[in-house]
């Protein structure tokens, strides 16, 4: 699952979304702020997502 940070699409449902994206499977959710150029990258863990945090990334990086 990809998501594109915009300022239209506040933050503050990400909580929710990612107990949906976890409980329907979802491997990976990487969410992407193109402006200030960051990326965070969950993935599965034993209790929950493990988040890690990319900054600032290029595409050479990724």
Known sequence: ?????S???NYHGHGKKLRLYERHGVKTYWIIHPTDQWLIVYRPAKQSYLARIHTPFTCNSL
């Not at 699952?1 to 940070?5: A, G, S, T």
């Open 1 to 5: 699952m990809l998501r594109i940070y």
């Open 7 to 9: 300022p239209l699409l």
